[in-house]
């Protein structure tokens, strides 16, 4: 049996177009939304899809330290700038950024911030 990862689906407000008689069998809804490629792989998987439905529920906000997806992480070059890109397109900020240094030498820079939508992302970057 093979099992592969495949891709992660985050819940957004405005993105592509995505209808038909068999999305309304699954979901009952229609979908805009993006398929991102990840980087690193081949051009079918894994991906990641930011979509919205026409009707939404539920809340945007959401503890750090809730149950489910807890957050996504991205490496980026640069820790410190990210943020305000992120806080520009309409993102928050959490916490503080850190350094953290391993007992094996690596040195990495995290912070974490929030999307439109409130999903928590994890900035990361490694020496």
């Known amino acids: 049996m093979m099992t592969r990862y495949v891709h992660t689906d ?3 407000r405005n993105r592509r ?3 038909g008689e068999w999305l309304d069998r699954l979901t009952g809804a229609h979908i805009v939304g993006e398929t991102l490629r990840l980087p690193g792989y081949d051009e079918d998987h ?3 899809e930011i979509f919205s439905y ?3 529920s539920g809340g945007q906000s959401r503890p750090i330290n809730a149950y489910g997806i807890a957050h996504l992480a991205f490496e980026v070059d640069d820790v410190a700038a990210t943020p305000e890109r992120v806080l520009a397109a309409g ?4 916490g503080e ?3 953290a240094e391993y007992e094996d030498g690596r040195r ?3 912070v974490y911030a929030t ?3 409130g999903n928590i992302l994890e900035l990361q970057s490694w020496s």
């Open 17 to 19: 177009d995505l209808r």
């Open 97 to 99: 950024l850190v350094h």
């Open 46 to 48: 894994p991906t990641l």
């Open 91 to 94: 993102g928050g900020k959490i």
């Open 10 to 12: 985050i819940i957004a």
């Open 54 to 56: 026409d009707r939404m």
């Open 108 to 110: 990495a820079t995290f």
């Open 115 to 117: 999307d439109p939508e």
